[in-house]
Nanobody, 116 residues
Framework: QVQLVESGGGLVQPGGSLRLSCAAS????????MGWNRQAPGKEREFVAL???????KYGDSVKGRFTISRDNANNTVYLQMNSLKPEDTAVYYC??????????WGQGTQVTVSS
């Protein structure tokens, strides 16, 4: 089992920045991929970014060039640095991990609201 605790969401003006954090605990050695998805009201959950153990990253088209995912393996934490935020980035952001055994675990979600 892996437990995930997210933090860092909030209200920000368009053009602003936020950094989300997600701390993992439990069966840490089993974690391969860490990432973020998001879900806006009335929309399906959308892929945002992921990072694998070897630090290779992948981003959704809507966030490329604005968001950066990073991983601190010593502290079992994944970060999402979000810059140049737009109102359409407003969503609940969910952290997840994928284990070597192909199990997926989700965080509880953190709200990000981009509004003036």
């Amino acid at each position: 089992q892996v437990q995930l605790v997210e933090s860092g969401g909030g209200l920000v003006q368009p053009g602003g920045s936020l950094r989300l954090s997600c701390a993992a605990s439990g069966s840490i050695a089993s974690i391969d991929v860490m990432g973020w998805n998001r879900q806006a009201p009335g929309k399906e959950r959308e892929f945002v970014a992921l990072i694998v153990t070897g630090a290779s990253t992948k981003y959704g088209d809507s966030v490329k060039g604005r968001f950066t995912i990073s991983r601190d393996n010593a502290n079992n934490t994944v970060y999402l640095q979000m810059n140049s935020l737009k109102p359409e980035d407003t969503a609940v952001y969910y952290c997840y991990v994928l284990t070597y055994g192909s199990k997926i675990y989700w965080g509880q979600g953190t709200q990000v609201t981009v509004s003036s």
